[in-house]
């Protein structure tokens, strides 16, 4: 899978939770699974609008009672692109393509004011293309507003499994 990858792991724990009764290992890995949902669900949700493709493409990947992980995944390469910016760097003519296919399925339908032509998809694309080879693309950042509290989530989690499991 392409893009994002966030693992929370609790193998660095892993003698106290092989040591924890079975309801308790349960109950650890269901809530690290719903952590995992819940911040896909909030990736997803702080992603930019632009992009529904790219908030699509956040979902977990649930652990189990013998791999007490949950994993966070995006399915496409540019969330960390959108998230932080770019310099000014080359569109490449496949980029170019997706850019107007991007304006396609956002319904862009603009006008020349000189000429009152419709600029096609692929006139737009390039324009858009020249654009972010001068200045770049500004920063949209959301990672980390979804991130930062999983992680504090985590740290509870594991809290809690240190006051439940006594060795």
């Known amino acids: 899978m392409a893009g994002l990858s966030a693992k ?15 309801k308790v290992r349960a109950g650890v890995v269901s809530r690290l699974n719903r952590l995992g949902i819940l911040t896909a669900s909030k990736l997803r949700a702080g992603a930019p609008r632009a992009s529904t493709h790219l908030s699509a493409s ?12 949950v994993t966070v995944v995006s399915d496409v390469n540019y969330g960390s692109f959108v998230d932080k910016g ?30 009152g032509k419709e600029i096609t998809p692929q006139a737009l694309a390039f324009l858009i293309a020249r654009k972010i080879g001068k200045e ?14 999983a992680k504090a989530e ?5 809290k809690t499994l240190l006051a439940e499991v006594k060795i």
């Open 86 to 115: 770019t310099k000014a760097h080359p569109v490449s003519e496949e980029g170019q393509a997706a850019i107007a296919s991007w304006v396609v399925t956002k319904h862009l339908n603009l006008t020349d004011k000189t000429t």
């Open 8 to 22: 929370m792991d609790i193998s660095v724990m892993k003698a106290r939770f092989d040591a924890a009764e079975p």
């Open 154 to 158: 985590a740290v509870a989690l594991m």
């Open 58 to 69: 956040y979902h977990s990947i649930n652990g189990t009672v013998s791999n007490p992980t």
């Open 136 to 149: 770049g693309t500004k920063a949209q950042p959301f990672i980390d507003k979804a991130i930062d509290p």
